[in-house]
């Protein structure tokens, strides 16, 4: 494993590794967070360091400044804290996460962090894959699916409440609906509930309905639980 102050080229790439220092962090924290630099241009991938490292990073005065930076921790709450953005200034973030992940990445705090820098938001999660290019002065990117993430969406579907008990479903199936292909169940507004195939839509009317017959509650939506 490469340690903090440990550079290396790869042709006319230059990689510089910012963390660890040593082998005392938890998982997380143990990433190995690297600054790379083809000619003008400037990537900067944090793993899943959270704010402790964060911090740690600020404190050794090393310039962090880049074009791109890779969300840390998959955009969880704990990571990408608001003075770690500041001395980063990227124009574009990437977020890794799952599709329908069980954690809810990316959290809706650190997509309201970044959108107050407004940086262009890319999450795998909405974009499927991601692929940067770029000849050290221009770049370009291209996605699988969609566009740039706007946050305010993001927010509303990440930040939706319980329901009350009496908020009947008027389509006349149920509340909550899985497919027969997965293991989650989620609210019938949900983004990956409209994606689900009709002929295999299966609906409940409780959540205590959906998790007998072995399904869990969406990360996006989040439904009672």
Same mark, same amino acid.
């Given at each position: %494993?490469?340690?903090?102050?440990?550079?290396?080229?790869?042709?006319?790439?230059?990689?510089?590794?910012?963390?660890?220092?040593?082998?005392?962090?938890?998982?997380? +924290?143990?990433?190995?967070? !690297?600054? %790379?630099?083809?000619?003008?241009?400037?990537?900067?991938?944090?793993?899943?360091?959270?704010?402790?490292?964060? +911090?740690?990073?600020?404190?050794?005065?090393? +310039?962090?400044?880049?074009?791109?930076?890779?969300?840390?921790?998959?955009?969880?709450?704990?990571?990408?804290?608001?003075?770690?953005?500041?001395?980063?200034?990227?124009?574009?973030?990437?977020?890794?996460?799952?599709?329908?992940?069980?954690?809810?990445?990316?959290?809706?705090?650190?997509?309201?962090?970044?959108?107050?820098?407004?940086?262009?938001?890319?999450?795998?999660?909405? /974009?499927?894959?991601?692929?940067?290019?770029?000849?050290?002065?221009?770049? /370009?990117?291209?996605?699988?699916?969609?566009?740039? !993430?706007?946050?305010?969406?993001?927010?509303?579907?990440?930040?939706?409440?319980?329901?009350?008990? /009496?908020?009947?479903?008027?389509?006349?199936?149920?509340?909550?609906?899985?497919?027969?292909?997965?293991?989650?169940?989620?609210?019938?507004?949900?983004?990956?509930?409209?994606?689900?195939?009709?002929?295999?839509?299966?609906?409940?009317?409780?959540?205590?309905?959906?998790?007998?017959?072995?399904?869990?509650?969406?990360?996006?939506?989040?439904?009672?639980?």
């Amino acid at each position: %494993m490469g340690r903090k102050g440990d550079e290396f080229n790869i042709g006319e790439v230059e990689f510089t590794i910012l963390h660890p220092d040593n082998t005392e962090y938890d998982l997380n +924290n143990s990433s190995v967070v !690297i600054l %790379m630099q083809y000619k003008k241009t400037k990537f900067l991938f944090t793993g899943d360091i959270e704010r402790k490292v964060e +911090n740690k990073i600020l404190e050794g005065n090393v +310039n962090i400044n880049s074009h791109f930076l890779k969300v840390g921790h998959h955009g969880s709450k704990t990571s990408t804290s608001k003075e770690f953005i500041e001395e980063v200034t990227p124009k574009v973030v990437v977020i890794s996460a799952g599709e329908d992940n069980r954690y809810g990445h990316p959290h809706s705090s650190a997509l309201e962090r970044l959108d107050q820098f407004e940086v262009d938001i890319y999450s795998t999660v909405r /974009n499927g894959n991601i692929v940067i290019t770029t000849d050290g002065e221009s770049y /370009n990117i291209k996605t699988e699916y969609n566009s740039k !993430i706007k946050v305010s969406e993001e927010k509303s579907e990440y930040n939706q409440k319980d329901p009350p008990e /009496n908020n009947n479903n008027d389509n006349g199936k149920g509340k909550f609906v899985g497919s027969i292909n997965s293991d989650k169940y989620h609210r019938s507004g949900c983004r990956w509930a409209e994606n689900i195939e009709p002929e295999n839509e299966i609906w409940f009317d409780t959540a205590e309905e959906a998790q007998k017959a072995g399904y869990k509650p969406c990360g996006t939506c989040s439904p009672p639980s």
